[in-house]
């Protein structure tokens, strides 16, 4: 009986052990992982839409963090906007890690650092300068200015207090452009943390309360899994597309394409390379908020190319290309903005030499064709010399470049002598003796 009772108890416990099993398994809380993003670059809408599929990503797969490794000297106030909404939209909590050392997080990077839940810096890097610039062509006048200005400062008051950060130097940053290291950030309370490595940071916001909405949530990130997204194919092609020497670059290509394509229609090869470069700089342009009066005063030097072509200026037109490509150039992109929203001066250089030398050369071949003395035709008989083949008065014939014509002249000529084609009436050549040429 005994024996049985024991028997019975050691088939109850493998059956409750074969039941708790799955329960147990079913009941662990899945791997964790955190998703990095790297954006070192400028801030436009290619980068934007980078963080935007990266934090909707990390929604999707339940992450425990997004860390956005940040190396920015700044951009647009309206990507900016666009990503630090992102940021705070999002429940799943957003870690901002400026990195590698020797890195920035300038101007629009400023208040994305501020906008996230985690801000941290690695040892050689610094954060400011976010006083903003018009990148639309054209100086704002003081009102607009000021009014840039205190939209720009409220805006980075109020995410420096909604994360509990100094918002004095965050008024600062935009009002006065002050920048700090990572040392004094810290010491501001501008930053959480500074970080040597990714894993650093990782294990140092473990057990970390973050709030975001209603939902406080408790960091577990000692030993998490990290998963990197960098950039996909498009991003890298459309970020790559963000830079004002390329934009400018293909808007130049563009002109020529359209430019080669009238002046031989039915080539088709260099109209569709120039519509398509040209729309890529449309794209660029508008990712830069460039100016497009500069735009159109390129076009316009193109045009006057053309008509130099076409017109007897004697080189007016010409020069005037060239001023309207030279100011144009200049005007495309401010020269007072940041260095990342202007033009070099080796390519703009370049691109306008090479542009000038090709429409003076364009040019000089034209007008060199036109007073060219013809040489086929009615028009190229004029000024040869020829022979009369008999004595004749008014009318005879004389041979002309290897040919026999009917020939007519105003004095008498005798067989042999060397005459000088004047004109030409139908199929009758007008002559005058050479002697008599003046």
């Known amino acids: ?67 956005l490794e940040l190396d920015t000297p700044g951009g647009l106030d309206s990507a900016m906007r666009q990503m630090v909404q992102e940021i705070l939209r999002t429940p799943v909590p957003v870690a ?86 990572e040392k004094d950030a810290l010491e501001k309370h501008v930053i959480d943390l500074v970080a040597t490595s990714l894993g650093d940071l990782l294990a140092r916001v473990d057990g970390k309360e973050i709030r975001k909405g209603e939902a406080t949530i408790v960091l577990r990130t000692k030993g998490i899994r990290v998963t990197r997204v960098p950039m996909g194919i498009r991003h890298r092609i459309l970020s790559s597309l963000a830079d004002p020497n390329i934009a400018y670059i293909l808007m130049m290509i563009g002109i020529y394409g359209i430019f080669f394509e009238l002046s031989n229609p039915g080539a088709v090869f260099p ?100 007073i060219r003395k013809p040489v086929t035709g009615a028009e190229g008989m004029i000024g040869e010399t020829g022979e009369a083949m008999s004595d004749f008065t008014g009318e005879g014939k004389v041979f002309v470049l290897g040919e026999w014509w009917n020939a007519r002249c105003g004095v008498p000529l005798k067989k042999g002598d060397k005459v000088i084609v004047d004109g030409r009436d139908g199929m009758t050549l007008l002559v005058k003796p050479r002697d008599a040429r003046t």
């Open 271 to 370: 109209g569709i390379v120039g519509g398509i470069s040209l729309i890529l700089g449309f794209y660029s342009l508008q990712t830069l908020s460039a100016n497009y009066a500069g735009f159109l005063l390129i076009a316009l030097s193109i045009l006057l190319f053309i008509l130099e072509v076409k017109i007897h200026s004697y080189g007016a037109l010409t020069i005037g290309g060239i001023v309207s490509l030279l100011l144009g150039s200049l005007m495309l992109f401010r020269s007072s903005a940041d260095p990342y929203l202007r033009i070099s001066w080796g390519v703009l250089l370049t691109m306008v030499g090479v542009s000038v030398a090709f429409f003076a050369t364009v040019v000089t071949l034209a007008v060199r064709s036109q």
């Open 96 to 181: 901002v890690y400026v990195f590698p050392s020797g890195a920035r997080a300038a101007s629009a990077g400023v208040l994305i650092t501020l906008a996230s839940d985690i801000a941290a810096m690695a040892p050689g890097t610094n954060i400011g300068a976010a006083h903003p610039v018009s990148v639309g062509g054209g100086g704002m006048d003081n009102t607009m200015a000021a009014k840039v200005e205190n939209d720009a400062a409220a805006y980075a008051r109020s995410l420096a207090e909604k994360k509990g950060r100094n918002a004095d130097w965050a008024e600062s940053a935009v009002r006065r452009s002050t920048s700090l290291t």
């Open 1 to 67: 009986m005994t024996l049985r009772f024991a028997r019975h108890g050691v088939r109850m416990g493998f059956v409750l052990l074969l039941v708790l099993l799955p329960v147990r398994a079913v009941s662990a809380d899945p791997p964790r992982e955190a998703m990095v993003a790297t954006i070192a670059a400028s801030i436009n809408p290619v980068t934007a839409d980078y963080l935007s599929s990266v934090i909707e990503k990390a929604q999707e797969k339940g992450a425990a963090l997004v860390v």
